[in-house]
């Protein structure tokens, strides 16, 4: 049974620049989540994808825009990065919100921006 | 808004002691709860959930959390601690509807 997997696992950008990551949720998941998790803090919620459209946002601006591909992947996408944006950004996911309630976690993708 | 407290960033336990980690929420309304467990360079592992069915909940690895609602808490135990019980522990929130609030993390630490 694959897990959720993520992509790239590290990756190095400048300031100003975009970044791409990406996700593919657990076999029979369909329902995707990103949170960013600043060294040393918890995890902090980003936004959730079901069907193809973002269905709940946290507390980050629209430089962090996503996307979810028919086949439930999913794409987080963060322009004009910022020294701020260093962190582990985890895909999580899940069966239809209001369906079972656990997330499952993928092993992140480390992005360090100079 | 939902928090978590985890009181204590860093605890420390030798080997074979009992492994308390302590996770109180803010909620009028019983949420559901979790427990994750992150290795270095690794993303979370649930370790166990609390979704309003026995309020004393085991996990994998020997750990336990018991829900009281009267306290607001569901801390994490563990009889007797191995050295790869070492890692960062988490507490996260579920409010019905909504997506996890997680707790600032307790680091494990196991001494021989």
């Known amino acids: 049974d694959a897990g959720v997997t993520q992509s790239p696992t590290h990756l190095i950008k400048t300031r100003g620049q975009q970044v791409t990551l990406r996700c593919s949720p657990k076999?029979?998941?369909?329902?995707v989540s990103w949170y960013q998790q600043a060294l040393g803090q918890g995890p902090q919620f980003i936004f959730q994808y079901y069907e193809e459209e973002e269905r709940q946002r946290g507390n980050f601006p629209d430089r962090f825009s996503g996307h979810q591909f028919p086949n439930y992947s999913s794409e987080l996408n963060v322009n004009a990065l910022l020294l701020g944006d260093s962190a582990l950004y985890l895909c999580?996911?899940?069966?239809?919100?209001?369906?079972?309630?656990?997330?499952?976690f993928g092993p992140g993708t480390r992005l360090l921006v100079l | 808004a939902q928090s978590v407290t985890q009181l204590g960033s860093h605890v420390s336990v030798s080997e074979g002691a009992l492994v308390l980690l302590r996770c109180n929420y803010s909620s009028s309304v019983p949420p559901y709860l979790f427990w994750y467990v992150q290795y270095p360079n690794q993303g979370l592992q649930l370790l166990l959930k609390?979704?309003?069915?026995?309020?004393l909940v085991k996990g994998i690895n020997g750990f336990e959390a018991e829900f009281k609602k009267s306290e607001t808490s569901f801390h994490l135990t563990k009889p007797s601690a191995h050295m790869s019980d070492a890692a960062e522990y988490f507490c996260a929130v579920r409010p019905r509807g909504q997506n996890f609030v997680f707790g600032p993390g307790t680091r494990l630490s196991v001494l021989p």
């Open positions: 076999s029979g998941h369909d329902t």
């Open positions: 999580a996911s899940s069966l239809p919100p209001g369906t079972e309630e656990t997330q499952y």
């Open positions: 609390y979704t309003s069915a026995a309020t």
